[in-house]
């Protein structure tokens, strides 16, 4: 009895001190900044806010994104209750665009040796070339944004400005030693981030100081949902161009089958998936008309069998289409030719199957309706001559019967013509069978 009062209040000692470490909220962004990835740091920080946690850490690695997102998650950033650190690592990444915007929000901006951040001049997100005075519009904007929260994290203005203006990038190393420095501190990974953040004095947006304490923390590590996951995959744009391809093609055989109910459920569902990630991607939209001419070429070719011509024409289409769909320098936004080849071939095999069953489906004999009884075989069933009508037997039915010559009870014919209800029939000559026969 005692050994368990022993163990039951060790256990209570060991929850208390568990309590009592500070608790810090790590969160990984590895996608371009839109809606959902905008969704989940909110979330993140609203969690944090609730559990009192002692700091939140985003570690980020970005190519960019949307203005409209990065604005919602500086927002949450300025006025979460809990300090947030934007973390860009580990070596080899960057945060680029929006997510240079989004480190020199953060209470405390860190970057692992190896990483750069920059380039966030802003470009038009339908795809289109802005044209002189709406660039110089759009980037004014955002540059003072960018001065904006440089000035009050006290970070360096100019090369903030810079980096919107003249779409210049800083290595770690650039960005700490500017005068002052664009970000707070290198940490060679996530421990080391937290060690030197441990103590270290950071002042809030509104100008509080907050010392942090991250010595022998409890980390926990939030992941996104399974429907964020989702969104955030379909926001790829080769998931995109799929979804949109097999969106396509679904419809078109769904209107070229009409019942089939399959292709046209799964067609409307990519499509619609489709353009929800063409919302997020800066899309050309000349480039996606060509892809979808392309396609409506090869669903030409399947209804009009022009023996490749079409369907030619709609893949050099849709492998232009492919190069110009994506309006934006960024490696990680590119389609790339090894996908564009091999989404080329799958297509031109989908195509050529259906072509194939088509043509198939037109060099096959009648079975039904007039032209399917000719030159099929009837056994007479009375005697047949001349003037003297008689009954065959062919499909299952009984039919009556003429011929030009004598047949007798028993004989295979074969149907030379039909007038009405009545056929005409001849003697099946050795060796010649009708067309359903073998």
Request: glycine share 10%.
């Amino acid at each position: 009895m005692a050994s368990v009062l022993a163990s039951l209040v060790a256990a209570r000692q060991e929850g208390v001190v568990e309590s009592r470490r500070p608790l810090v909220y790590s969160a990984v962004v590895d996608s371009l900044i839109h809606p959902v990835s905008a969704e989940f740091i909110e979330q993140t920080i609203a969690r944090a806010d609730a559990d009192d946690a002692a700091l939140v850490v985003i570690t980020l690695r970005t190519p960019g994104g949307l203005v409209d997102s990065t604005r919602s998650i500086n927002t949450s950033i300025i006025n979460a209750k809990t300090p947030v650190v934007v973390y860009v690592g580990p070596s080899g990444t960057r945060a680029a665009s929006a997510g240079f915007l989004i480190t020199i929000a953060a209470d405390v901006s860190a970057m692992a040796p190896g990483t750069h951040i920059g380039a966030a001049h802003p470009v038009s997100g339908s795809g289109t070339v802005m044209d002189e005075v709406a660039s110089k519009k759009a980037a004014s904007d955002v540059a003072a944004y960018a001065r904006s929260i440089a000035s009050q994290r006290g970070r360096n203005v100019e090369l903030a400005e810079k980096a919107v203006t003249e779409s210049q990038s800083f290595t770690e190393q650039e960005a700490l030693d500017a005068s002052p420095p664009l970000i707070d501190l290198v940490a060679s990974d996530f421990d080391d981030l937290l060690r030197q953040l441990d103590g270290r004095m950071v002042t809030r947006w509104g100008g509080e100081s907050v010392v942090l304490e991250t010595s022998d923390a409890r980390v926990e590590d939030v992941e996104m949902n399974w429907r964020q996951e989702l969104l955030s995959a379909i926001a790829h744009p080769q998931v995109a161009v799929l979804l949109f391809s097999l969106g396509t093609l679904g419809l078109t055989i769904e209107l070229w089958n009409p019942g089939a109910v399959i292709p046209g459920i799964v067609g409307g569902l990519c499509l619609l998936l489709a353009f929800f990630a063409f919302q997020i991607l800066p899309i050309n939209y000349a480039g996606l008309l060509l892809i979808l001419f392309g396609l409506f070429l090869l669903a030409a070719e399947m209804m009009t069998t022009t023996f490749g011509l079409l369907a030619t024409g709609g893949i050099v289409s849709m492998v232009l289409g492919s190069v110009m769909l994506i309006d934006s320098p960024a490696p990680e936004l590119q389609l790339g030719w090894p996908f564009i080849v091999a989404s080329m071939i799958g297509l031109g095999a989908v195509t050529a199957l259906l072509v194939r069953l088509g043509v198939r489906a037109q060099m096959m004999q009648p079975v039904t309706g007039r032209a399917g009884m000719l030159d099929e075989v009837a056994n007479a069933l009375s005697p047949i001559g001349p003037g003297s009508p008689g009954r065959v037997s062919t499909h299952g039915e009984i039919w009556a019967a003429t011929s030009e010559e004598d047949i007798n009870e028993g004989d295979q014919v074969r149907v030379v013509s039909i007038d009405g209800m009545r056929l005409t029939v001849c003697r099946l000559t050795p060796g010649i069978l009708g067309g359903s026969h073998t």
